[in-house]
Structure formats: structure tokens, C-alpha cells
């Protein structure tokens, strides 16, 4: 059976200001069972309401192995585990069983979401318009926006050498990444997270400055330069590249910064005004 692999969107799937999961698998999306149940109920125990959902409705409860299939997805505490996914046909009879007014404008938003990587396989453009207007409605500049894909560019690259060089997609990844974070910035990602008042699940780079895009860029193109120039394979092998490209853009931080007399690296974020304030303080 091939290994589900965790589904790495550059933008998240969001219903009204809030994040579905979503996994590619077996050539479509599956989407969290738990996520949609959350933004339909509203309810505080999302487990108690699924078990009680069941027990109301006993054709869905016996059909709930065929209509949930478990695989690995980033749970809201950071951590790789196993949840119940479902595609779209099985989201539908879900839904079904869910008294909620939000239930119509949902199944439109579902459909329309699960769509969304066929049609970037047939038109990549339309990926990137799509980052690109969800940036835009987040208030990013033209600029930002382009240096935010550029940058996403150069991550492809590398992430494209270290999968035909042996390194294993998400924990390895994960860990070359933060070698290279923690060598150019001082912090490591999560730790980088914090200083911007982030939650573990957030993705840094939505939240950097031009400055720190910049040199994540040129660490990560260091990295993977080095890395071909020397044939790394494998995690270990790939650990010295990570460190010596991330070091190059701690040299290149430095000279800017003492210069300039401002920090690269700092708590600056797009949350909303209000969130990121209670999150800060």
C-alpha cells in the first residue's frame, strides 16, 4: 500500500476565516472529518458531537468505515497523527447528518475546493493566481507577494533535489529545514514561530518580513547548490550542506545588520491586529 503523504498547500483550505485540512490521496482531496464537523456544529467537544451525530443516524454510523479513511495529516498541535479523512462523496453524507445553516454554503465551498487540484494539474498558472489573490486579500504587497513566491520557487528546487537524493518528505524534511532556519536566523522554526506569536500550525513564511524571505531564499539555494556540487544523499549527508548554505546567509545577515543597525529577524507578522496582540502579550 503506498504511504499517504502529508498535503503541503502554499494556500490552506479556508472556510470563513477558518482552516479545513486537506489531504491528496488516491487522486483527490480527502478532507478532515473533525475539521468540517467543527465549522458546522460549532460545538466545543467535536468527538462527543461526531459520537452522538452516529448514534442519531445508525446508516451513517454502520457506513462510517467505508466513508472515513484514516491517513496522516498535521494535527492542531503541531504533530504528525492519523485522522479520519473523507472525500468529497463521503463529506456529503456527513454533512447530511449536521443541522447547521451553514450546511448549503459549505457543500458549495466543498465542491468547488475539491476541484481545486485537478484543475491545477491541467493549468499550474491557476495555482499561482490563487496564492497570489489570497495573499493579496491578506493585505501583502505586490512586492511581498513576489518575493514570497520566488522564494517558494527556490524551496521547490531544493525540496525536488533532496527527494531524488534519498531524504525522506516530512520528518527528514523537517529537519534539514530546521538546520538550515536555525543556522541563518539563530532560531529554529518553531522557536521563530513563537517570536511572531504564531501557532505551531502556522507556516512561518506567511509572516515574514521581505528581509527574512530574502535570506531563507539564499539559505535554501546555498543549501541545495552545495548539496548537488557535493552529491549529498541521504539525511546525514544532507545535514552538512544544510548547515554551510544556512551559514551563508548568517554571514550575509550579519554584515547587513551591522551596517544598517536593525535586526533581520523579528516578531513582525500579519495576524489580525487583535489576535496578535493576545498573542504577543
Known amino acids: 500500500m503506498k504511504k499517504p503523504q502529508i498535503q503541503k498547500n502554499i494556500v490552506p483550505a479556508i472556510f470563513e476565516a477558518t ?3 486537506r489531504v491528496w490521496h488516491d487522486e483527490q ?6 475539521d468540517v464537523v467543527r465549522v458546522l456544529s460549532e460545538s466545543k467537544d467535536v468527538k462527543q458531537y461526531i459520537k452522538k451525530m452516529r448514534t442519531r443516524d445508525p446508516e451513517l454510523s454502520v457506513n462510517w468505515g467505508t466513508i472515513c479513511t484514516p491517513l496522516d495529516v498535521v494535527a492542531r498541535d503541531g504533530k504528525k497523527r492519523v485522522e479520519n479523512m ?27 475546493v475539491g476541484q481545486e ?19 493579496k486579500k491578506h493585505g501583502r504587497s505586490d512586492k511581498w507577494i513576489q518575493q514570497r513566491m520566488m522564494g517558494q520557487e527556490t524551496r521547490n528546487k531544493l525540496t525536488d533535489y533532496w527527494k531524488s537524493a534519498g531524504v525522506e518528505e516530512g520528518k527528514e524534511y523537517a529537519i534539514l ?6 543556522e541563518w536566523s539563530g532560531l529554529g522554526v518553531q522557536d ?17 518580513s521581505e528581509a527574512e ?17 557535493t552529491e549529498a544523499k ?11 548554505g544556512g551559514k551563508i546567509a548568517k554571514d550575509a545577515r550579519l554584515a547587513l545588520e551591522e551596517k544598517t543597525g536593525r535586526k533581520v529577524v523579528t516578531g513582525e507578522n500579519y495576524l489580525p491586529a487583535q489576535k496578535s496582540k493576545k498573542k504577543l502579550k
Not at 89 to 112: C, D, N, T, Y
Open 19 to 21: 482552516e479545513v485540512r
Open 213 to 229: 524571505l530574502i535570506f531563507t531564499a539564499l539559505a535554501e539555494l546555498s543549501t541545495r547548490q552545495i548539496a548537488e556540487n
Open 234 to 244: 541521504g539525511l546525514e549527508e544532507n545535514k552538512i550542506p544544510a548547515q554551510k
Open 177 to 182: 529545514t530546521n538546520i538550515i532556519h536555525q
Open 29 to 34: 482531496w480527502y478532507f478532515a472529518v473533525s
Open 86 to 112: 473523507s472525500n468529497l462523496q463521503g463529506m456529503f453524507r456527513i454533512i447530511q447528518s449536521i443541522s447547521s445553516p451553514k450546511a448549503e454554503p459549505f457543500k458549495q465551498w466543498l465542491a468547488k
Open 192 to 208: 521563530h514561530k513563537k517570536l511572531k506569536g504564531l501557532g505551531k500550525t502556522a507556516n512561518v513564511r506567511d509572516h515574514m
Open 117 to 135: 487540484r485537478i484543475d491545477e494539474m491541467v493549468n499550474p498558472e491557476i495555482a499561482l493566481n490563487r496564492s497570489r489573490e489570497y495573499w
